[in-house]
């Protein structure tokens, strides 16, 4: 196994929220009555079921509870094995999946006042991502604005499959915002289930969905890059997170090929797919979907021409690799410092600046 | 490659095709929407002329994201007598058998019967197109061979078709679409496999189709560039629905190749099945076998639009994985993005492999 190295930066992890009542303290009365009056159920997505193999490693469940629900466990097991600096919180709370954006709205902003609570406030290492109720572009503004304030927030949250193509100028005023305020959009694995899953429709089982994961990320790519969401925010970060990485390069070869065919489609588009990637798209490093030997990783990364793409996770508690071999065989030392620490420093602005004001008098 | 963007400096004749080669992806027209009109029943003339296809998308005529060409079709495919880029096998003869030494030549008719809501009237146009293949194609050109266009969605009466050809040898395929109501690993298209398997035929899926779902799991895209990149997305997503749902555990002697959605993601794709399975194939346990082992044995690759990366080691690190006994060479004549014979394969590859891309694995598989 190649050994981490302390000081870096987990940049996917994800706490567990215990059910829809721990969120009851950070709603308001309305939203409180509704859950309650009309017995509404833990918000639970298809996409991770709670006994799944791959939602919960074996040796990281609790004894009782979903798997990423105490900090306590989080820290011992995904912080200080690793030496980890810094931890990125993505929840992958169902509070997308809802159909009311009003409701989207009061979850979302009581999932990011209990993450600051119950997570941010108990340990200096923890970072957050901002969920937002995508569905609607001036609410989500509103909450990230709000939570923006909180430098321990260092990104926006979104799932990989949604209402519409994440590329469609309806969700620019979500890039222009996270732009101007300095947040990577980190993307998620992960559907709100209003389309079907795939894009062949709906398969039978779990394993279909999580597979299909990979392919939700290239036409998520392809949108993003066609429409122009770069062009138009050059400096805007995207991070593709559990979305696997050993798709990319065959799948630019294809996106490069009919881009120099039929350009004339997307005029703006004046770069090549892959330099534009390269420029504004960083990749969680698990899962790694290739064989365990070196040899054919070290291929991939030759194929991939860059080594400032990957940032280091380990998904927990999702079961991505065993023991501590988050890293694959046959990394050199100066990669992994890249994946570790420099790649995410420079994606993620953010990281220090709450550091930096406390040590301020 | 883009016949009408391309430029001469690009071009290199090291590689010039002097032997026969194989031409595994022909898109064969209609001259006129009337010419498939001998081979239908009167009540579908009738029909057609006042309802029109009622086809799993909004468009009455053409398609939803407009092309990048006329009919997808490079400008200078049109016959000089007149009619749509592919409907005259004269000219085909001329502009692609001829001169690129195409021994055999498969045809997959698209716009056909596929995709259709009206169950009946899909059978209606497969049968007709089918028997239009021998009439206007296969007996006039004997390095010409046709693919089963079946009723997709309902599978006993794509099973009759099938059975119904079986022997043929005007045929050397059944044609599927990549993207229909389901998932292609679903039980409802597994009388397909059945009766493909049990007459020694390989299912061929063509990227494209339509089965109401978006090409997205996010929705509709904008782009025509879009659909094209996706396909390859749908197609793979097609591919891990059959491995996971069983198809080519019970059915192992099928035959399936992929058409026109690239093979650069074949070992990706395998590599996580894999990965995933290990974890959860309690949930399937009628997987027996790493899917990348399916994938390996039982899947063959049309090469067109054959993935172009900068540096060519890149690509053939990819076919040594997918196997260069799997790949059958193929243009897509007369769309836009033909693949130029003598220009696809780069230098530096043996002539067995070389042989066995532009034409042995296809001889071998369709038994010509």
Redesign the interface.
Known sequence: MTAPIAGGVDCDLHPAVPHLTSLLPYMNDYWRDQVTTRGMTDLLSQSYPTN???TGRADWRPAKGKPGESVDDLVKQALDPFKTAFGILNPLYGVQLVFSEDMADAFCRALNDWLVKEWLDKDARLRGSIVIPVQSVEKSVVEIERCAKDKRFVQVLML?????????RHYWPIYATCERLGLPVGVHAG?NY???????????????D???Q???F???M??LI??GVFAKHPNLKMVMLES?F??L???L??????????R???PWVDRPPAEIVRSNIRFSLQ?V???SEPETLN?LF??L?SDELLLFSTDYPH?QFDGESALPEGLSAGLVHKIMIDNPHATYARLTDSVAKETTP | ??MQ?RSGAQQDSASAIKTAIADCDIHPARATPSELYPFLAKRWHEHLATYGKHAYQGMMEGPPYPK?QPNASRRDAYPPKGGPQGSSLSFMQKQLLDPHNVALGVLNPLNTGQGIRNHDLSAALATAINDWQIEKWTSKDSRLKGSIVVENEDGPTAAAEIRKRAGDRNFVQVLLL?????????RRYWPIYEAAQEAGLPVGVHAFGF?G??????????????E???H???Q???L??IV??GVLEKFPKLKMVMIEA?F??A???A???D???A??R???PHVKRPPSEYIKDNIWWTTQ?M????RRE??F??IEWVGWDKLLFATDYPH??FDEPSRVLRPGVSDANREAFYLGNAKKLYGV
């Open positions: 799944s193999p791959i990989v499959s949604g209402d519409m193509p994440l590329g469609k559907s209003h389309n079907p899953p795939t894009s062949v429709g709906w398969g039978s089982y779990h394993i279909e999580y597979v299909a990979a392919q939700a290239q036409t998520q392809t949108s066609v429409e696997g050993t798709w390069p065959s799948y070869w294809r996106l490069h090929k009919f881009w120099r065919g039929v004339m489609e997307t899962p979907d290739a064989p291929r030759d194929q021409q079961w | 490659m883009n963007f990048a990549s993207r229909n109501v389901e998932p292609l690993g679903q089965g779902n978006p090409i997205t799991a996010s929705g509709w895209p904008s782009y025509y560039i879009e094209m990149v996706g390859s997305q749908c793979q997503t097609a891990a629905s996971l749902e690239g650069g993601w070992p990706s794709l590599w996580r099945l990965k995933v399975w974890k959860l309690s949930e399937v639009p993935e172009d990366p900068e890149h690509l690190q990819v836009w993005d």
